[in-house]
């Protein structure tokens, strides 16, 4: 009888140091459970920006942590990124570039990346970036809330027995509406507001362009007129609403502006509104 009950006990240890050894590697997003693998949705709040080479679409090692469940470097796990990871939605076409681990990768990746050794119970936040890269020297696309922008895939094996291998798949979704830009420069608001005052009037239009490295830029308006001139814009404002009698000219540096006419900004951080 108590041989019985010995193999029994023997058995349970065992079968709890088995239990123990699937669950020797986690991670979390955002301080929240524990993730051992599969598929994973990350919320980024997104606020790009424009670098020299690339912007910055989002740092995820403000978001994903990893360890090792049994600590002490006794069974250290061995975590590398997956080709195939790439952007999604409506970055889907863009290229870019991954920061991992001290190396930085062609964006999607078409090879595996290098090794990063987790051998400690304490979070350790996966030093991981990710980057637009420029497409000429203007420019953006939507980002909606909700949508995936980009997913990565990821596999870790540990050191002992067979390595207990696992594979994860992060998706990078947005957590905000944004224009990520695609180019070297971008301008510091897409919607201005700008209360008019009483006729007759001016006020400035709070608008800037800024660069990552030197451009030669230029704009032009668009938008229906009411004069031969292109001058004069049309009052779109709701028919209860509407002003009559009254148009709107835009100036810059003391000259009214045409509609499809090319406006030299120089190099650099300009106003548009000087």
């Given at each position: 009888?108590?041989?019985?009950?010995?193999?029994?006990?023997?058995?349970?240890?065992?079968?709890?140091?088995?239990?123990?050894?699937?669950?020797?590697?986690?991670?979390?997003?955002?301080?929240?459970?524990?993730?051992?693998?599969?598929?994973?949705?990350?919320?980024?709040?997104?606020?790009?920006?424009?670098?020299?080479?690339?912007?910055?679409?989002?740092?995820?090692?403000?978001?994903?942590?990893?360890?090792?469940?049994?600590?002490?470097?006794?069974?250290?796990?061995?975590?590398?990124?997956?080709?195939?990871?790439?952007?999604?939605?409506?970055?889907?076409?863009?290229?870019?570039?991954?920061?991992?681990?001290?190396?930085?990768?062609?964006?999607?990746?078409?090879?595996?990346?290098?090794?990063l050794?987790?051998?400690?119970k304490?979070?350790?936040?996966l030093?991981?970036?990710?980057?637009?890269t420029p497409?000429?020297a203007?420019?953006g696309?939507v980002?909606?809330?909700?949508?995936?922008?980009?997913?990565?895939?990821?596999?870790?094996?540990?050191?002992?027995?067979?390595?207990?291998p696992?594979?994860?798949?992060?998706?990078?979704?947005?957590?905000?509406?944004?224009?990520?830009?695609?180019?070297?420069?971008?301008?510091?608001?897409?919607?201005?507001?700008?209360?008019?005052?009483?006729?007759?009037?001016?006020?400035?239009?709070?608008?800037?362009?800024?660069?990552?490295?030197?451009?030669?830029?230029?704009?032009?308006?668009?938008?229906?007129?009411?004069?031969?001139?292109?001058?004069?814009?049309?009052?779109?404002a709701?028919?209860?609403?509407?002003?009559?009698?009254v148009?709107?000219?835009?100036?810059?540096?003391?000259?009214?502006?045409?509609?499809?006419?090319?406006?030299?900004?120089?190099?650099n951080?300009?106003?548009?509104?000087?």
């Amino acid at each position: 009888m108590g041989k019985t009950i010995s193999i029994k006990v023997l058995f349970g240890i065992y079968l709890l140091l088995m239990a123990g050894k699937v669950f020797a590697f986690s991670c979390n997003v955002d301080g929240g459970s524990s993730i051992g693998a599969g598929t994973t949705s990350v919320y980024v709040n997104l606020d790009p920006v424009i670098q020299p080479g690339q912007n910055l679409v989002v740092d995820l090692s403000q978001h994903i942590s990893c360890w090792n469940d049994y600590g002490g470097w006794y069974d250290t796990d061995h975590i590398n990124l997956v080709q195939g990871s790439a952007f999604a939605g409506s970055l889907q076409s863009y290229k870019g570039s991954l920061y991992w681990n001290n190396v930085t990768y062609p964006f999607p990746l078409t090879t595996n990346t290098n090794v990063l050794d987790i051998g400690d119970k304490t979070p350790m936040p996966l030093p991981l970036k990710l980057y637009i890269t420029p497409v000429g020297a203007a420019g953006g696309v939507v980002i909606k809330a909700g949508e995936v922008i980009a997913r990565i895939h990821m596999y870790k094996i540990a050191t002992l027995g067979s390595g207990n291998p696992r594979n994860f798949t992060w998706n990078i979704i947005s957590n905000n509406s944004v224009v990520m830009p695609t180019g070297g420069c971008t301008v510091d608001s897409r919607n201005v507001t700008v209360d008019l005052p009483d006729f007759p009037g001016s006020a400035e239009i709070p608008l800037g362009v800024y660069c990552s490295s030197e451009q030669k830029l230029s704009f032009y308006l668009s938008g229906a007129t009411t004069d031969s001139s292109r001058q004069v814009f049309a009052n779109t404002a709701p028919d209860a609403t509407k002003a009559s009698g009254v148009g709107v000219t835009l100036m810059r540096n003391g000259k009214i502006l045409a509609t499809g006419e090319n406006v030299s900004l120089g190099t650099n951080a300009s106003q548009l509104s000087n």
